[in-house]
């Protein structure tokens, strides 16, 4: 089409047509192959969680350890500060007086 002069530029196409050939691009893919690739993310998702709650559970199993042997070494440096002060069979009443009230208390 010539108007003024200007004869290079294409024909253009109605706004509506322009919109059914996007709306037809995207139905062109079926529903269930899009259904099968949602699951397929959605089991590698879960895939992923599953493995870093494993990952976090082995971590805290240490941190755990960790504050266990802290608290032990603790309890053992105060009981030979202890020592020091008062005499040992002394001490060694007051660890078994100590054991019975955590078993009480627990």
Not at 31 to 40: F, G, I, N, S, V
Not at 57 to 69: C, G, M, S, Y
Not at 83 to 92: A, D, L, Y
């Amino acid at each position: 089409m010539r108007v003024n002069g200007k004869n290079w530029h294409a024909p253009r196409q109605p706004l509506r047509s322009a919109f059914k050939s996007v709306r037809r691009a995207s139905s062109s893919s079926n529903y269930l192959e899009r259904m099968a690739k949602t699951q397929a993310t959605a089991t590698t998702k879960a895939r992923e969680r599953e493995m870093k709650d494993e990952k976090e559970a082995v971590r805290q199993l240490h941190i755990q350890n960790i504050k266990e042997r802290r608290a032990k070494r603790e309890e053992k440096e105060r009981y030979e500060k202890l020592q020091e002060k008062m005499h040992r069979k002394r001490v060694e009443r007051l660890k078994k007086r100590e054991k019975r009230n955590k078993l009480l208390n627990s």
